[in-house]
């Protein structure tokens, strides 16, 4: 299983040979939910198989979905999360195990369909939480009802090593106010920058690639000091004061995912409004056929795209030319969902994706653009 990140993302997005084929299916953790689950992705298998079979020989496609098909036994359906994503074309073949449920959905295309994966990163319902006390740092996954530790057999070993050290203990446990707190602050202070640097380090190859707005929970004379030692450039300005240790997991989620709730509304708001401004002075588009050409030219730096919408057809990721079918569902393998299509062209571009709710300043469009220029 790989680690999904907007590095893993952009990888996704970029030119794989095809036929590209996606699966998405929202699995489950426990019993019985992980006997049906099996049995549905097996169908996804057949609608696949169906669809390559328009264009490829039976012993092709069945050669072609051996790797898929390999994953589906009784030890991979016992370790799932909440939602299940697998990639496989003729150079590839990867699968991500979600803390969110995704759409159940099968897709056979030039490119592969990553929209779901897109909503997931750039949505406030994906955050992380670094937990920092005298016992151990711990880095989660989070989304507003779930909250994972991240785990990394790298990571793990770099983290055993820094909390082997009694001086990290020792700072990491000092709390207090007033003079306690401040002679802690002072004494400590060159030991406690030099220890952030090597968490930042042990760190850094898991963050380096994430874009997700990170919580810090942890005491707070800790919190500046943090800051200035890490190169993580999403850390929320807000923040959990105090111990981490006496806190639930439950109680971890909840106070993280209030921060982070806030955070996005206000960056989607803002979003909105740029939008609704760029409208009046030229410098945003709600038609398809629009946003398709700026996103081919690089013109798009925001692209707006309404939660679970789909539209299917074709697009010419050169020209931006596009063809809307009438009856919305994939007719052969050279179809695509244009918003999938748009988003990934939009990221490939250096401009950023937000999934959105259904809003009014979208003038009953699916998707909307704010240009560069």
Not at 63 to 75: D, K, T
Request: proline share 5%; net charge negative.
């Amino acid at each position: 299983m790989h680690i999904m990140t907007t590095g893993a993302l952009q990888w996704l997005a970029g030119q794989h040979q095809p036929p590209c084929v996606s699966i998405y299916l929202p699995t489950h953790r426990h019993h019985p939910g992980t006997e049906q689950d099996p049995i549905r992705f097996k169908n996804l298998l057949v609608q696949v198989a169906s669809l390559l079979r328009e264009r490829y020989r039976n012993q092709d496609v069945a050669q072609f979905l051996a790797p898929v098909e390999a994953l589906s036994n009784s030890e991979f359906w016992q370790h799932q999360e909440d939602g299940l994503a697998v990639f496989c074309s003729p150079d590839t073949c990867v699968h991500y195990c979600l803390p969110v449920r995704v759409p159940e959905l099968a897709v056979v295309s030039s490119t592969f369909h990553t929209k779901p994966l897109i909503g997931y990163l750039n949505s406030n319902r994906h955050y992380c939480v670094l937990s920092l006390s005298q016992k151990e740092a711990r880095l989660y996954e989070g989304t507003p009802h779930t909250l994972s530790r991240v785990e990394s057999q790298s990571l793990g070993r770099e983290l055993d090593a820094l909390f082997g050290d009694p001086k990290a203990k020792t700072f990491l446990s000092a709390g207090g106010e007033g003079d306690d707190r401040d002679r802690a602050y002072k004494d400590h202070k060159t030991d406690i920058v030099k220890y952030f640097r090597a968490l930042d380090r042990a760190l850094w190859p898991i963050l380096r690639d994430e874009h997700a707005p990170l919580v810090l929970a942890a005491v707070g004379y800790l919190h500046p000091l943090f800051r200035e030692a890490c190169r993580y450039a999403h850390i929320l300005e807000a923040s959990i004061a105090g111990n981490p240790d006496g806190m639930s997991l439950g109680e971890l989620r909840e106070a993280a995912w209030k921060l982070v709730a806030s955070y996005e509304t206000d960056i989607e708001q803002e979003l909105l409004g740029q939008f609704a401004r760029g409208l009046k002075s030229g410098r945003a588009s709600h038609e398809l056929a629009e946003v398709a050409k700026a996103a081919a030219h690089g013109r798009v730096r925001v692209l707006l795209h309404e939660a679970k919408q789909v539209v299917w057809g074709r697009v010419n990721l050169d020209t931006g030319d596009v063809s809307v079918h009438e009856e919305q569902q994939q007719r052969d393998v050279e179809d695509a969902d244009i918003i999938d299509d748009l988003c990934e062209l939009t990221l490939l571009k250096g401009g950023e994706v937000f999934e959105v709710a259904k809003s009014e300043l979208l003038c009953g469009s699916p998707i909307g653009a704010i240009h560069r220029y």
